[in-house]
């Protein structure tokens, strides 16, 4: 009737004027373009709920409207049964009101700073989002668009996602979606794989605009090998940035030290450390990072030993404050946890089940500091490193090279060998020698050149016929020229050959050669450090091996005077003359080998 209509079409007006206002309000709360996208979307609301408007009812008109101004009920106060076919009522106000529904996806109202998102998991659902899925009572997976769940790129919008380089790369349709994503500046959540394995998911959402920086970390091998491979890596990642593992150690540095150390404890409830800890701290950072005026830069290395400092600290009792004693003891007991095998072939060498002289003089033999690698622990041990000399024309033989146990730079290192040879002594007459180069006992192979020196003086010791001394032992490699070169883990090596005297037996007159340029490096421990302040224990820098071979033998090295030839009882003197000697046996040979 005209009745009703008119009534209907008050009651739109006044639930569309009612209605209007809060959306007014509501968009006001938004802006620039954002206003106008809420404002449409909220009218489409309005126009569905006018549209719908007898289901706001209580109960269902039967053949005529209600009274006008009839209130609203909410759903929960409507039965949930009803004679009159209320419940089917419901039912379809139930539905409409989920159409309504709104699903934050990010609530980015508390971004008070640039967001800052780091995913240590990239995979296609944690970077680009996902639906959520549910079984319904037929036992097919459904969703919808209230189940839409963001990933790590939405979050990071406006600011910057740091995501592994390693785990990235892993997956190939990741880094293929994430260039689409960066080139385009809009997130598409999809599902994995474009819906391929999902042919029943026909939702598409409207691709989200972001404005995202994404910072790859990772290894120097994976970022030349992306760059070999992937054509479109510096097109999307444009500024390349190389962080070192150490920083120059100054008043500024340590200030930055000790703000960390003050953060980490405030951060994670550790008790403060005292500033002789924090020094201790400074030091086993300038320990790691292998040289003196240089700091660490692995942080969660300093951070571990914070936390167990702190624990022995509540261990031991005594203090508020963490002190140098706990950062001390935490160390002992990390190293302790790791250095299963340096202990077993300590014990080796205490049994005499690995053969190490450190008292006494050899002939052709000297003692060389090798590094040894667990993966989790390293350490330095001395080596045994022999030579034997005679008549012949092979030259130097690296017996680690001919049993295939010697590595590249050790071979080369070898090879520099016979080049100051000849430096030395091929001034005159060709240096034709047989001799034999080997690392006793050892039986998983040799790389690097640090023992080039030692083979140096044990070649010397052979051919001139002087002993060396056992008690002191030699790292370093050498050039042609003689010149000595500096080595790494010298701080390890020092130590280990110092515990090795311990061992054995401290005899006061023991030590180690070591580079010169080396010395900038020592940060060694508080034992060897006091063994040497009373003179127990020496340590020898040298230049050249000159130097070095003077100290082991306690003889003049000898120099060569104007027609190259060196004093008869110089080292090199001994040497040339047994070379001379050589020379003439083995041009003998060939002589009496052709008649």
Same mark, same amino acid.
């Given at each position: 009737?005209?009745?009703?209509?008119?009534? %209907?079409?008050?009651?739109?007006?006044?639930?569309? *004027?009612?209605?209007? #206002?809060?959306?007014?309000?509501?968009?006001?709360?938004?802006?620039?373009?954002? &206003?106008?996208?809420?404002?449409?979307?909220? /009218?489409?609301?309005?126009?569905?709920?006018?549209? %719908?408007?007898?289901?706001? +009812?209580?109960?269902?008109?039967?053949?005529?409207?209600?009274?006008?101004?009839?209130?609203?009920?909410?759903?929960?106060?409507?039965?949930?049964?009803?004679?009159?076919?209320?419940?089917?009522? +419901?039912?379809?106000?139930? $539905?409409?009101?989920?159409?309504?529904?709104?699903?934050?996806?990010?609530?980015?109202?508390?971004?008070?700073?640039?967001?800052?998102?780091?995913?240590?998991?990239?995979?296609?659902?944690?970077?680009?989002?996902?639906?959520?899925?549910?079984?319904?009572?037929?036992?097919?997976?459904?969703?919808?668009?209230? +189940?839409?769940?963001?990933?790590?790129?939405? &979050?990071?919008?406006?600011?910057?996602?740091?995501?592994?380089?390693?785990?990235?790369?892993?997956?190939?349709?990741?880094?293929?979606?994430?260039?689409?994503?960066?080139?385009?500046?809009?997130?598409?959540?999809?599902?994995?794989?474009?819906?391929?394995?999902?042919?029943?998911?026909?939702?598409?959402?409207?691709?989200?605009?972001? %404005?995202?920086?994404?910072?790859?970390?990772?290894? +120097?091998?994976?970022?030349?090998?992306?760059?070999?491979? #992937?054509?479109? !890596?510096?097109?999307?990642?444009?500024?390349?940035?190389?962080?070192? @593992?150490?920083?120059?150690?100054?008043?500024?540095?340590?200030?930055?030290?000790?703000? !960390?150390?003050?953060? =980490?404890?405030?951060?994670?409830?550790?008790?403060?450390?005292?500033?002789?800890?924090? /020094?201790?701290?400074?030091?086993?950072?300038?320990?790691?990072?292998?040289?003196?005026?240089?700091?660490?830069?692995?942080?969660?290395?300093? *951070?571990?030993?914070?936390? @167990?400092?702190?624990?022995?600290?509540?261990?031991?009792?005594?203090?508020?404050?963490?002190? &140098?004693?706990?950062?001390?003891? &935490?160390?002992?007991?990390?190293?302790?946890?790791?250095?299963?095998?340096? #202990?077993?072939?300590?014990?080796?060498?205490?049994?005499?089940?690995?053969?190490?002289?450190?008292?006494?003089?050899?002939?052709? $033999?000297?003692?060389?500091?090798?590094? $040894?690698?667990?993966?989790?622990?390293?350490?330095? =041990?001395?080596?045994?490193?022999?030579?034997?000399?005679?008549?012949?024309?092979?030259?130097?033989?690296?017996?680690?090279?001919?049993?295939?146990?010697?590595?590249?730079?050790?071979?080369?290192?070898?090879?520099?060998?016979?080049?100051?040879?000849?430096?030395?002594?091929?001034?005159?007459?060709?240096?034709?020698?047989? *001799?034999?180069?080997?690392?006793?006992?050892?039986?998983?192979?040799?790389?690097?050149?640090?023992?080039?020196?030692?083979?140096?003086?044990?070649?010397?010791?052979?051919?001139?016929?002087?002993?060396?001394? $056992?008690?002191?032992?030699?790292?370093?490699?050498?050039?042609?020229?003689?010149?000595?070169?500096?080595?790494?883990?010298?701080?390890?090596?020092?130590?280990?050959?110092?515990?090795?005297?311990?061992?054995?037996?401290?005899?006061?007159?023991?030590?180690?050669?070591?580079?010169?340029?080396?010395?900038?490096?020592?940060?060694?421990?508080?034992?060897?450090?006091?063994?040497?302040?009373?003179?127990?224990?020496?340590?020898?820098?040298?230049?050249?091996?000159?130097?070095?071979?003077?100290?082991?033998?306690?003889?003049?090295?000898?120099?060569?005077?104007?027609?190259?030839?060196?004093?008869?009882?110089?080292?090199?003197?001994?040497?040339?003359?047994?070379?001379?000697?050589?020379?003439?046996?083995?041009?003998?040979?060939?002589?009496?080998?052709?008649?």
């Amino acid at each position: 009737s005209r009745m009703e209509s008119e009534i %209907n079409d008050l009651e739109k007006k006044e639930v569309r *004027a009612a209605i209007q #206002e809060r959306i007014d309000r509501m968009v006001a709360g938004y802006p620039g373009d954002g &206003a106008s996208t809420v404002a449409g979307y909220l /009218a489409g609301v309005l126009e569905e709920a006018i549209a %719908n408007l007898d289901l706001f +009812r209580r109960t269902p008109l039967s053949g005529s409207s209600p009274a006008a101004g009839q209130p609203a009920v909410p759903p929960a106060e409507a039965p949930s049964v009803s004679p009159d076919g209320s419940m089917t009522f +419901r039912s379809g106000l139930r $539905q409409l009101l989920d159409r309504f529904k709104v699903n934050v996806v990010l609530d980015g109202r508390h971004h008070e700073e640039c967001p800052v998102v780091i995913e240590t998991h990239p995979t296609y659902r944690r970077l680009f989002g996902y639906f959520e899925k549910q079984l319904d009572q037929s036992g097919h997976w459904t969703t919808d668009y209230t +189940r839409i769940r963001p990933g790590s790129l939405l &979050a990071a919008d406006g600011g910057y996602l740091v995501i592994t380089a390693e785990d990235l790369f892993s997956q190939r349709d990741v880094w293929i979606e994430l260039k689409r994503t960066l080139v385009s500046r809009s997130l598409a959540i999809l599902e994995e794989g474009g819906g391929v394995y999902m042919p029943t998911i026909t939702m598409k959402p409207e691709p989200i605009p972001i %404005n995202v920086k994404v910072i790859l970390i990772g290894q +120097r091998w994976t970022y030349e090998m992306l760059l070999e491979n #992937e054509p479109d !890596f510096t097109k999307m990642f444009k500024v390349f940035v190389d962080f070192d @593992e150490e920083m120059d150690l100054n008043s500024k540095t340590l200030r930055q030290y000790a703000a !960390f150390i003050g953060k =980490l404890c405030t951060d994670e409830k550790l008790a403060e450390l005292d500033t002789p800890a924090v /020094a201790a701290v400074a030091e086993f950072g300038a320990r790691v990072a292998g040289r003196q005026g240089k700091l660490t830069t692995r942080f969660a290395d300093i *951070a571990d030993l914070l936390r @167990e400092a702190d624990y022995w600290r509540k261990h031991e009792g005594r203090s508020r404050k963490v002190m &140098a004693r706990h950062i001390r003891a &935490a160390l002992k007991e990390a190293e302790h946890r790791r250095n299963l095998t340096e #202990e077993k072939l300590r014990e080796m060498l205490k049994l005499g089940e690995i053969f190490i002289d450190v008292k006494g003089d050899r002939i052709g $033999q000297v003692n060389a500091l090798v590094m $040894q690698d667990t993966g989790t622990h390293q350490f330095a =041990l001395p080596a045994r490193i022999t030579a034997t000399v005679s008549p012949g024309t092979a030259g130097i033989i690296n017996i680690e090279r001919e049993a295939l146990m010697s590595g590249s730079f050790h071979t080369k290192g070898v090879l520099i060998i016979g080049g100051f040879l000849r430096e030395r002594f091929g001034g005159s007459s060709p240096v034709t020698l047989t *001799a034999s180069i080997a690392f006793e006992q050892s039986f998983g192979g040799v790389d690097g050149d640090s023992a080039s020196s030692t083979e140096v003086y044990a070649l010397l010791s052979a051919l001139a016929g002087l002993p060396l001394r $056992q008690g002191i032992a030699v790292t370093g490699s050498v050039d042609q020229k003689g010149y000595i070169q500096p080595v790494g883990g010298i701080n390890d090596k020092i130590e280990g050959f110092y515990k090795t005297c311990l061992l054995k037996g401290l005899t006061g007159d023991q030590g180690v050669i070591v580079p010169q340029s080396n010395l900038r490096d020592l940060m060694l421990d508080e034992d060897v450090v006091e063994a040497v302040r009373r003179r127990k224990f020496h340590i020898y820098p040298v230049q050249t091996v000159e130097e070095g071979i003077e100290i082991l033998t306690g003889v003049s090295a000898g120099k060569p005077d104007g027609a190259g030839s060196y004093p008869e009882d110089s080292v090199f003197g001994l040497a040339a003359a047994r070379l001379g000697r050589f020379n003439d046996t083995v041009r003998a040979f060939f002589k009496g080998s052709s008649l």
